[in-house]
């Protein structure tokens, strides 16, 4: 198979209210079998807009996929359309329909027409069971067109690609160069990485760089078929960019941050101004977490960063809230208060009210104090506020992972 074409349908997918992630699961999966996903497709649930958006896909690709529209009610019409573009019949599959009967069993649910529907496949279909819900996954080649089919919900669709569909494509797919890939998360703004790497030697006919940005950073992506030459570049990449790598692979700056606080013995607790809690959050998702942090608080008022964090009022009152002076002070007094290792302190204007000439939303302190040492950063990102949030979070991390290498 040359390339694909993912359809989304739901019209909830339309409405600003759910995030569809099936492209960038899709395409991770479709990546080292050398398929390219070429387009990704949203459509409502409307027999003729579903119709329309897979028979133009089977024209200008080899494998479609279809996500969604295979439940239980009137607006699950997928497989009508299938059927009306395709031809067969519906028949039930078996195994579906008895994973069904016994969920109903033991959940005490009646056995309807419309949960029986779920197990309604394709006749020409080969099926894939699905292992996390009701309806089965589906295959179908017909006329030098692959056509796949998976449920919506994206802990199905993730099942049945990794338990059924990705060893099928495999094997029709047959052998294909292997392709080596080797990434970076980098912590520095896109503008000045793309500079850095310029230095870096990557010949058209050798390896691809490419880039995604996030409020995490940059993730730098090298792929190539010439193992040899990706490691070549790799090492090139490593050489001009440091410490500014903070990880290879798919892992979290969190994830990073705690290895290092627990191959240090140490220990860590939080305050928190505008981030409301976003940096324990991610602390916290990091299985394993509760080995190095301690805790954290919340100083939203200043009330709360007299009275509790025990900020002096005379700091606040000469510096404002948000200054270096008073994140410094909430670093080194949540250390304290936790009897941490480390401590971390976040203030800042996230506005969309609030700002100043002086300080204006998007102004952000972000400190790390351990015995004897507190460091600051001050930084003026844009005006989103969810976003200045998210990056703030993101840059106290950043400043505790020098501090924890010694830089």
């Known amino acids: ?34 398929i390219p ?37 009137c607006d699950d019409l997928t497989r009508e359309v299938m059927l009306a573009l395709l031809g067969g019949e519906l028949v039930y599959d078996d195994t579906a329909l008895e994973r069904i009967r016994r969920f109903c069993e033991r959940s005490g649910r009646a056995f ?20 996390v819900g009701a309806v089965p996954g589906e295959l179908i080649l017909q006329e030098g067109i692959c056509y796949i089919l998976l449920p919506g919900p994206p802990n199905e669709f993730n099942h049945l690609l990794e338990n059924g569909i990705m060893a099928r494509l495999a094997s029709l797919q047959g052998d294909v160069p292997t392709n080596h890939e080797r990434l970076f998360q980098v912590s520095m703004a896109e503008g000045d990485l793309v500079e850095a790497l310029a230095a870096v030697d990557v010949p058209s006919d050798g390896v691809s760089f490419s880039y995604c940005l996030s409020e995490q950073g940059v993730e730098v992506r090298l792929n190539g078929v010439d193992g040899a030459r990706v490691e070549e570049v790799a090492r090139q990449v490593r050489e001009v960019l440091g410490r500014q790598i903070y990880a290879e692979g798919r892992t979290t700056l969190e994830e990073v941050v705690g290895g290092l606080l627990q191959a240090q013995g140490a220990t860590l607790a939080t305050a928190e101004s505008c981030t409301g809690g976003l940096l324990g959050d991610r602390i916290t998702g990091v299985p394993g977490s509760s080995a190095y942090y301690l805790g954290g608080m919340i100083a939203y008022a200043n009330e709360v960063k ?11 009152e000469q510096y404002g809230a948000v200054s270096a002076e008073v994140a410094g002070r909430m670093a080194e007094n949540v250390r304290r208060c936790f009897n941490a290792t480390y401590g971390m302190g976040i203030t800042g204007i996230a506005g969309p009210g609030g700002g100043t000439e002086r300080k204006p939303v998007g102004l952000v302190f972000v400190a790390v104090a351990k015995a004897g040492e507190v460091r600051v950063q001050r930084y003026v990102f844009g005006r ?24």
């Open 1 to 34: 198979m040359r390339a694909a074409e993912l359809i989304s349908t739901g019209s909830e997918l339309l409405d600003g209210k759910t995030v569809s992630t099936h492209a960038t699961t899709l395409a991770r999966h479709l990546r080292p079998l050398g």
């Open 112 to 131: 309807t027409e419309g949960r029986k529907r779920q197990a309604l496949v394709l006749s020409q279909a080969e099926v894939i069971p699905n292992g």
């Open 384 to 407: 989103e506020r969810q976003q200045i949030k998210m990056i703030s979070a993101h840059k106290a991390l950043v400043l505790l992972r020098d501090m924890l290498l010694g830089g």
């Open 306 to 316: 007299l009275n509790l964090l025990n900020v002096e009022r005379d700091l606040i």
């Open 37 to 73: 996903l070429l387009r990704d497709t949203t459509v409502p649930d409307d027999s003729a807009a579903i119709h329309t958006a897979v028979l133009e896909a089977s024209r200008r690709v080899d494998l479609v996929f279809v996500s969604g529209g295979l439940g239980p009610t």
